[in-house]
């Protein structure tokens, strides 16, 4: 009656290992360590970095205890923080020998301890959140709207661009919002009108109505074309924070969409808001020039003077590029960018989209320069730097590609790159929290505090009340406690101080479930039935109860999940796990623990429960 087959024993043996094994890297500990990151769009970190670092380390007789490339960065780990800052000092000026001008951001952070087979493993620790480690919060709002009217406005410049050239003539288009006003004086114009957009815009629906004499046609963007120009907006604003934040020396910078228009950034170690303010509100611009393929540009490869006219600029290999003064195109012109790949040959390229004037300037400025490189620079803090040459091959307009030696990897990276040079959309600004390190390390203090204060009184009160049965819990206790922690780390879980609060009163709700337990034996041994069918009744019973109120607080979890935003979602995160991993273990763990202890004894006289009151009649009851 009250056994559990191997297979059921096999589920509980392995379910504690593997939460073992994925709470042990939050055991050991972080060392302090210095991250090599780039500072650049166009710098990319790699082994080579890793092996600069390690020169520089052994040139300046300073010992780490490890040094890792984790594919973005480049992590070297020490013993204490003395040898921490004169690494850092050392690798920067090896690698920044120019401050002004930083290719890698040296940044100080922590490592942990934990030995490398848990890495391969990967079983790493949880992160902390800022409340914990001190930083700064900002949660910005992306105004969606403006650009949605930044699209509109580029459409009406491109549909009045195709309108001529198709020689249809047309009583004026206005933009209204975001909608796009064309006013047609006959029914043939309205006609081939609609046709061209939906042949060459489709991204735009129409409606038609008489005006007077004449017809007025209504362009609007399409319903999921406004979620993907949202989309992208959010994203392009994402890459470019990104982009912005590694200027501040971050270690590890969080910078997330939540919801479908907001972004937070958190900056651990960072104390300065104004600062973090000032970084994210720069900007970064985009320009097209042609390049000077003269001989006098050509000699400055080998020392010579630039030419009157021409400045000269690093690509990304840091080898010159001599382009001419006059400006083509600017970012402001350049409404998308799109990795994919040539219809032809299938080689990976870019595709570029721009708005009417810059695909007018395109146009006249490739049909005179056939056969000629153009290059395109980044331009941030007031330097350039050319992340792209290509060759003019046919005549440009709105839309073109750049093709090319790259790959589909380096494609994409310059897709990004020319989509981050600016903001796709304003932000403001809606939330703003500084946390210093000393309230976050007393604020770590307090949180372990009151969770094992909180395991401890009620794992005492349990065995006092409930005998052996309340050992059972309280071990049930500390496997949902084991578990919890196990798959935050595995779903590397940023821990906040709501997080910390949501786990202390997981602690409370899921005792709730053996209470539930306990007392249904109890009152089945109350109405006389055997030790053995107690506790199969018990469990049975109690399961139903159980199931609905976890059931019930879990739709709430999931509530404060889906509409909360910053700590209300860290205390809805843990909460809703809690209530997960406490189903199995005081249901499902418990009931195992109970069933090798006594479902092994055929002939059971008692257990250890507590006491059981057995009034002698309804009376008694009724008068006591």
Not at 100 to 107: E, F, K, L, N, T
Not at 150 to 157: H, I, M, P, Q, T
Not at 457 to 484: K, P, Q, W
Request: proline residues 4%.
């Amino acid at each position: 009656m009250n056994r559990y087959p191997a297979w059921k024993y096999a589920i509980i043996v392995v379910a504690l290992l593997i939460a073992a094994l994925y709470t042990l890297p939050n055991f050991f500990g972080e060392a302090p360590a210095v991250q090599v990151s780039s500072a650049k769009s166009t710098v990319k970190v790699d082994t080579a970095t890793m092996a600069r670092v390690e020169q520089t380390l052994k040139d300046a007789g300073i010992a780490a205890s490890a040094i890792a490339f984790d594919g973005n960065s480049v992590k070297a780990r020490f013993t204490d923080t003395d040898t921490q800052l004169k690494a850092k000092d050392a690798i920067q000026k090896s690698l920044v020998p120019d401050a002004a001008d930083p290719s890698y951001v040296i940044a100080l952070n922590l490592l942990s301890l934990s030995p490398s087979w848990l890495a391969q493993l990967h079983a790493f620790p949880m992160y902390l959140g800022l409340d914990l480690r001190g930083g700064v919060h900002l949660m910005l709002q992306v105004d969606m709207q403006a650009a949605l009217t930044k699209r509109a406005e580029s459409l009406s410049g491109d549909i009045r661009s195709s309108l001529r050239e198709k020689n249809i003539r047309h009583g004026g288009i206005s933009r209204n919002g975001q909608t796009i006003e064309i006013k047609l004086r006959d029914p043939a114009a309205l006609a081939s009108t609609k046709a061209l957009i939906q042949d060459q815009f489709a991204d735009l629906q129409t409606t038609e109505a008489a005006d007077g004499a004449e017809y007025r046609l209504t362009a609007s963007i399409k319903p999921e074309a406004t979620r993907r120009i949202q989309d992208q907006a959010l994203k392009q604003n994402i890459v470019t924070l990104h982009n912005r934040v590694n200027e501040l020396g971050v270690a590890e910078p969080v910078i997330q969409q939540q919801g479908v228009d907001r972004i937070v950034v958190q900056l651990p170690g960072i104390q300065d808001p104004a600062r973090v303010q000032a970084i994210i509100g720069r900007t970064a611009t985009l320009e097209m020039r042609l390049v000077d393929d003269s001989a006098e540009a050509r000699a400055v490869m080998t020392g010579g003077l630039v030419p009157f006219g021409s400045e000269k600029f690093p690509d990304i290999n840091g080898s010159p590029v001599v382009v001419k003064k006059q400006v083509l195109v600017t970012g402001e012109n350049l409404t998308d960018a799109q990795a994919g790949f040539e219809s032809q040959k299938q080689e990976p390229n870019v595709s570029l989209t721009l708005d009417a004037k810059g695909g007018r300037v395109m146009r006249d400025v490739s049909r005179e320069n056939m056969n000629k490189p153009m290059a395109i620079l980044l331009f941030e803090k007031g330097k350039g730097q050319a992340i792209s040459v290509a060759t003019i091959r046919g005549e440009l307009g709105t839309r073109f590609s750049i093709s090319g030696a790259m790959n589909i990897s380096a494609a994409n990276d310059l897709a990004l790159l020319l989509r981050a040079g600016s903001l796709a959309a304003p932000m403001e600004i809606i939330e703003e929290r500084t946390i210093g390190p000393t309230l976050g390390a007393d604020n770590i203090s307090k949180g372990f505090h009151s969770v094992s204060w909180g395991f401890v009184v009620i794992v005492a009160f349990m065995a006092a009340y409930y005998m052996l049965f309340g050992l059972f819990s309280g071990l049930a206790l500390a496997v949902n406690l084991l578990l919890l922690v196990a798959v935050l780390s595995m779903l590397q879980a940023t821990l906040t101080l709501p997080g910390m609060a949501a786990m202390a009163l997981a602690l409370g709700m899921a005792i709730d479930s053996n209470v539930l337990i306990n007392e249904r034996v109890r009152e089945e041994l109350r109405n006389g039935a055997s030790p053995q069918a107690a506790i199969h009744a018990g469990y049975e019973r109690a399961w139903a109860t159980i199931l609905d109120s976890n059931i019930s607080t879990l739709i709430a979890g999931l509530a404060l999940l889906a509409f909360g935003s910053g700590p209300v979602r860290g205390f809805a995160v843990v909460h809703c796990i809690g209530i997960l991993t406490s189903m199995f273990s005081a249901v499902f763990f418990s009931r195992g623990l109970v069933n090798l202890w006594y479902g092994r004894q055929k002939k059971l006289k008692s257990v250890s429960i507590g006491t059981v009151w057995r009034p002698a009649t309804s009376g008694a009851v009724a008068t006591k």
